[in-house]
């Protein structure tokens, strides 16, 4: 069966692609020395990095949830999960060139490739995935205190394990993103998702909203991993060019 798109969602996703990319755009100038901020420490960064990411991956989750109730085969679930695979290997080779002390390894889209795969085989959970979610976040929020109380393995800081995100210390690596806190992220929008009702609300909102940015907004999130892939090569391309010109 064919999933219908959802205006709501693709608005949403819209905002966080735009949203995303004004912040790229501010570490790109910090990075070429246009500013200077702290973008690694500094909670004005650091916090819309985790709306921003937090707004992607609840989109994930309610659009996984949509797709399960449309009828969506494993087989063209996996067609779009292959693509989101290969553009996290690309992440990871493009990263690896621009910063080889900290290359990105286990970023954005090599977490969402693996917690679909996990949000897909438990969408029968129903209203458990609330809970899942919570426990989810609260053992990746909690990560380090975990170590010190349990007296977990030091084996978990090893980069292999770094998907989980049940570290003492984070790695350094530009883009980091584990399954513990973000699954919870993504359960809890599965579950949003699951909720008829909600689903009704916000299609209606969509429909009589009326914003005057909404069609360019749900163009940008129906194209959101393209976006997501072209937008850092553009926008570094352009500021090499305006350095070299300084």
Known sequence: MVRERQPFLDILRGVAVVWMTAFHFSFDLNH??????????????TLQRTCILSLFLFCAGFGQAIAVQAGQSWSRFWR???????????VSAGSALMFPNSWIYFGVLHGIALMLIVCRATASW???????????????VFASDLHAALHLPSLLDAKFLNWLGLISHKPVTEDYVP???????????MAA??????????????????WAAEPQLAWIGRWSLSWYMLHQPLLIGLLTVVSSLR
């Open 32 to 45: 070429f020395g246009f500013i200077h901020q702290d973008f690694y420490r500094d909670p004005v960064w």
């Open 80 to 90: 779009r999960w292959l693509q989101i695979a290969l553009c996290a290997v690309a």
């Open 126 to 140: 129903g209203p458990w995935l609330w809970l899942a979610g919570l426990c989810a976040v609260l053992a990746g």
């Open 179 to 189: 399954v513990l806190p973000w699954l919870g992220v993504m359960w809890w929008g």
């Open 193 to 210: 998702g699951q909720t008829s009702r909600l689903q009704e609300r916000l299609g209606r909102l969509s429909v009589e909203a009326n």
